[in-house]
Structures are given as structure tokens and as C-alpha cells.
């Protein structure tokens, strides 16, 4: 599996983005998507998820309210709007798949990463 990540870049705090990833390749087994983000100096962690079987999606409780995790209807694509950005958000975003549970997921579990998104939020 492949995954392509696209939309991130700078924005003022209050703006919105939206960020897209492209997933192909063998893309049937997939059960889960979704992103996380790393800021410099600190771990990757979990922003948002969203199961391939049924559809149920979950977010972090700090982007909880601001960010909304959603995929097309062939569920090969993933986007992440972002709203009401923050300062807090900056950091580079990453597009994964993985199997087994869909949320409080490890970084470990994840079976494909894409390349990467840098968001910068200014304040």
C-alpha cells in the first residue's frame, strides 16, 4: 500500500485546512486510516481515525470539536478538516493504515505511513 498525503502548508490561528491521502496499491485488507501528527521534540501521536468496516471514526480530545476525520466513498482516500487551528497544531502530519483496534492505536501497529505534511500554524 501506498499512501500519498496532500494539503498541508500555513495558516493563521482560527483558519482551517484540509488535509488528503491517496491510498493505493492493495488497498482490499485495509481496516483502518487515519493520521497522526509529531511536532519537533516530542512523540508521534494519534490525531484521528476512522474504521474501514463500519465506518466509525474517532479523534483525539484535543482536536475534538475542531477537527472531523472522513474518507470517499470508495474509502481509498482520507481526509482530515482541520478547523479552528491552533498554534498547538503545528507539526508534520502522517497518513496511516493499520489493522486491529482502531483507536488508542500505537504508532507501532501502523502498517503503512505516508510521507508526511507539514502544518504551521501561526498565531
Known amino acids: 500500500v501506498q499512501l500519498q498525503a496532500y494539503g498541508g502548508g500555513l495558516v493563521q490561528a482560527g483558519g482551517s485546512l484540509r488535509l488528503s491521502c491517496a491510498a493505493s496499491g492493495r488497498t482490499r485488507n485495509t481496516v483502518n486510516m487515519g493520521w497522526f501528527r509529531q511536532a519537533p521534540g516530542k512523540e508521534r501521536e494519534p490525531v484521528a481515525a476512522?474504521?474501514?468496516?463500519?465506518?466509525?471514526?474517532h479523534v483525539a480530545v484535543s482536536v475534538k470539536g475542531r477537527f472531523t476525520i472522513s474518507t470517499d466513498g470508495d474509502k481509498n482516500t482520507v481526509y482530515l478538516q482541520m478547523n479552528g487551528l491552533k498554534p498547538d497544531d503545528t507539526a508534520v502530519y502522517y497518513c496511516?493504515?493499520?489493522?486491529?483496534?482502531?483507536?488508542?492505536?500505537?504508532?507501532?501497529?501502523?502498517?503503512?505511513w505516508g510521507q508526511g505534511t507539514q502544518v504551521t500554524v501561526s498565531s
Open positions: 496511516a493504515t493499520w489493522s486491529g483496534p482502531t483507536w488508542w492505536v500505537n504508532p507501532n501497529w501502523v502498517s503503512f
Open positions: 476512522i474504521s474501514s468496516p463500519d465506518g466509525s471514526t
